[in-house]
Every structure is written in C-alpha cells, then in structure tokens.
C-alpha cells in the first residue's frame, strides 16, 4: 500500500521568511496529493491540493510542487506570518475511492 | 449540518470498558472516513465508508475496533475491551462522492473525540 514520508517534524522560522515541507510517496500510481493545516483543538483543514496533471499549483502566499519521476512534493508558504503556526500535513491517494494515507506532520513555528 | 460534528469531544474510560464514539458527517456526503492520531504520530487511517459499498477495514488496528455506518449517515466507532494504547484523538472525516476524476476529493474533518484510557 501506500507510505507517505514527510520532513521535516518541525520547522521554525521568522515572520517574513519562507517556510518549506517536503513529502516523499511510495506508490507511483497516486494522483491526488492534499495538504491539510491543523490549528490545535481542531481537525486538520485543506489549504491545497494538486493532482498528478500539473506540477505546480499557487494560491496566494502558499503553492505546492509535484515531481511525479522522484515521487516527491512540496508546500511552500512564503512572507510566513504567526497566524501560519500549525502542525501541516500532507497526504496522497492513488485512486477515486480510496482512502488518503497522510504523512507524520510537521510543526510549523512562526516568531515575530 | 454545517460541518462534521463529533461527539463526546472527551471521553475518559477505564481500561477494558467498552467507549462508543460517533460522527455526523455534512449532509450530502457520501463518504465517511475514521482516523486515530496519536501523540507525534500522523492520520491514522482505520475506516471509510462509501454509500452503500463494503466498508474499507483494512486500517483497523484489531478486533476490539468495529464501526458502522446507518442510514448512510451516522457513524459510530466502537473500542471494546479498551487498551491504555487507544489513548488518541479519534477524527471523522465526511467528503462528495468521488467517482469522478474532477470529484471533490477534499476532506472535512470533525474537531475529533479524545479518548484517554485510565
């Protein structure tokens, strides 16, 4: 089945600076790679998806990257603010109808 | 309802009780899915349910773990014989029906049931 590996467990940044998270997936047939926020005390939130027909995909401050030959993709939240403190998680599914195999999660600190 | 509702929100048990946990998924959604995060772990994956398909078991950890769904509505998950290591956040998740490669694949989560095992 599908294993999602996810680095790095925690990241620490500055207000202003970028902020990146990379995943890795085993199974090449995955299509849809999701990235879900959780702000504690809450269930985890999509802020962006991307399927394997692109390979970039951008909404205001964060984009994601898909590089289905490595089987690696990656969240990039630049001009990082508090409000992005959370603990991020990617995810991967390879098929309509199947459930999304979500990486570890990692931490995301933001200092002003 | 507006979002997927959870409940009880915690729940502390005595080891070898049975605990049953529940989730209202948005009304329209088809899909229903049940995660176990632990301490530092990820999404655990345990169940999923798709209309009026055989439920997806293969990420229940044990026995003890059943779920089920009525009505293709409500959901129920149930731990018997609790164990200290079941200690976890429990999340549901509801979606659209995803047949279609341009079906909405996005997850809404519950803000989960936590579950500690004295």
Known sequence: ?112 | GAGVSQSPSNKVTEKGKDVELRCDPISGHTALYWYRQSLGQGLEFLIYFQGNSAPDKSGLPSDRFSAERTGGSVSTLTIQRTQQEDSAVYLCASSLDKDSYRANYGYTFGSGTRLTVV
């Open chain 1, 1 to 112: 089945g599908e294993n999602v590996e996810q680095h790095p467990s925690t990241l620490s940044v500055q207000e202003g600076d970028s902020a990146v998270i990379k995943c890795t997936y085993s199974d090449s047939a995955s299509n849809y790679f999701p990235w879900y926020k959780q702000e504690l005390g809450k269930g985890p939130q999509l802020i962006i998806d991307i399927r394997s027909n692109v390979g970039e995909k951008k909404d205001q401050r964060i984009a994601v990257t898909l590089n289905k030959t490595a089987k690696h993709f990656s969240l990039h939240i630049t001009e990082t603010q508090p409000e992005d403190s959370a603990v991020y998680f990617c995810a991967a599914s390879y098929q309509a109808g199947t459930a999304l195999i979500f990486g570890k999660g990692t931490t995301l600190s933001v200092s002003s």
